[in-house]
């Protein structure tokens, strides 16, 4: 028994000496958001920092900083979050992002960033297809993308009425 209990003090005391010889990877950059950043931001250098973690915690599609740049935020995103391809999207200039009222406020609690929605006017036209919604904000007040010239139309239309959207 006392042999058994050297032999296993032997082998802990050896694999302690490993561990604390043992090098830890480098760690590697991930770009993560420098402050809060909200849904439809084109992201400049100030909102973006580099920080160092292990190779084992960079996320699954993780971009360089200047793959970061320019490029638009899809969801909100926390101060020291971790941003991904999954979340950036390239700036397009044939959108435009316009705020409508909408007429049913309870709709709203069914929006998030990303979600595709139409939207509808007072005399049940279409006033754009597949638009993004980009924020919800508090709870009548919905801002979407859309082609430059539908973005137009709604907001023309939200002037004078609230709006409706119908989901994807």
């Not at 320019?70 to 705020?99: K, M, Y």
């Not at 309870?106 to 980009?134: F, H, I, N």
């Amino acid at each position: 028994m006392i042999l058994f209990r050297k032999i296993l003090a032997g082998v802990l005391a050896l694999v302690g000496a490993a561990l604390v010889v043992w090098p830890e990877p480098a760690p590697v950059e991930v770009v993560v958001a420098a402050r809060d950043l909200a849904p439809g931001v084109a992201l400049s250098a100030a909102d973006l920092r580099v920080v160092g973690v292990p190779p084992d915690l960079r996320p699954s599609g993780a971009v360089p900083l200047a793959a970061a740049r320019d490029r638009v935020l899809v969801s909100a995103a926390r101060a020291g979050e971790p941003l991904t391809d999954a979340r950036l999207a390239a700036p397009d200039p044939d959108a435009a992002s316009v705020p409508i009222r909408l007429a049913d406020p309870e709709v709203a609690a069914l929006l998030r960033p990303g979600s595709r929605v139409d939207v509808v006017g007072a005399d049940s036209r279409v006033l754009a297809e597949d638009a993004t919604v980009v924020s919800v904000r508090e709870r009548e007040s919905v801002v979407v993308s859309t082609a430059r010239a539908a973005a137009t139309a709604v907001a023309a239309e939200s002037l004078e009425h609230p709006l409706a959207v119908t989901l994807r």
